[in-house]
């Protein structure tokens, strides 16, 4: 049978008998591989030693093992460096100093300016703490603000628009300083 007549029984089966597609398909001779050897031409060409993946093995294992190291390393030495820090209470308030000048006559100066740290702290109570501490107001104009936490350190040197510009770092809030009020957004 011609290439051309089996182009065609291939294209219009309808109009051949079964008989004539079976001898079509008597006819055409497909070679069929064999299986062994092309799964070992395979295998040379694909699979790497044995010897080599276990250098690949050990060497993964080592980096495993520094980075878990370097890890544990670090987490002791952020922990240590906690302690050492004072973690504040809500009910501590800075004192006011220009009160004591007041009513003692004399120039006060604290004595040590340690960090106030607020650690997962809402923002409604650490404002209170900075309305306290420079006597200014705090007006939300965004309400969920309230309740979002924060883990902010506080030096005692720091001006109020340094404060602000610290939390203002954060993308959830927004803080602005006119006169003596802070709104937040």
Not at 63 to 91: C, N, R, W
């Amino acid at each position: 049978m011609k290439k051309e007549e089996q182009i065609r029984m291939l294209l219009h089966p309808e109009k051949y008998t079964d008989e004539q597609l079976d001898q079509m398909l008597d006819e055409s001779n497909i070679p069929v591989p064999d299986a062994n050897d092309a799964w070992e031409q395979f295998q040379k060409a694909h699979i790497v030693a044995k010897s080599t993946t276990i250098w690949y093995k050990i060497a993964a294992m080592f980096i495993g093992i520094l980075m878990l190291s370097g890890i544990a390393y670090a987490a002791i030495i952020h922990f240590i460096k906690m302690e050492d820090k004072p973690q504040v209470t809500l009910t501590e308030r800075k004192p006011d100093i220009k009160k004591m000048e007041k009513t003692y006559g004399a120039e006060m100066t604290p004595t040590k300016k340690a960090p106030v740290v607020f650690n997962n702290v809402e923002l409604q109570q650490i404002m209170q703490y900075v309305a306290d501490g420079y006597g200014v107001k705090v007006e939300f104009k965004n309400k969920a603000a309230r309740t979002i936490r924060f883990y902010l350190q506080w030096e005692a040197d720091d001006t109020l628009q340094e404060i602000i510009d610290k939390i203002n770092h954060f993308e959830k809030v927004h803080l602005t300083l006119n006169e003596d009020t802070i709104t937040i957004k």
